[in-house]
């Protein structure tokens, strides 16, 4: 209950684009969950279905926002 008295409102900047890929096998999820980001938070999210090591690397590398 504490934490909740001490919570903060937050403000996103819906000009934000966040990028990411990686699993092909999770692509479809990833689709419906770039619509459901959109929907509640105004987010733009990008997914490429690189392939799980491809992603991992990019993501290392500071190409993307996450692997998938």
């Known amino acids: 209950v504490a934490g909740i008295a ?3 409102t937050v403000t996103l900047d ?8 990686g ?3 999770v692509s479809n999820f990833m ?12 987010i733009n999210v ?3 279905p690189t392939g799980s090591g491809a ?3 990019a993501y290392i590398n500071g ?6």
Request: glycine share 10%.
């Open 46 to 48: 990008t997914y490429q």
């Open 31 to 42: 689709e419906q969950c770039k619509a459901d980001v959109k929907n509640a938070f105004g």
């Open 14 to 21: 819906k000009n934000v684009t966040v990028s990411g890929q």
């Open 55 to 57: 992603g991992r690397t």
């Open 63 to 68: 190409t993307n926002d996450f692997a998938g």
């Open 23 to 25: 699993s092909t096998f």
């Open 6 to 8: 001490n919570a903060q």
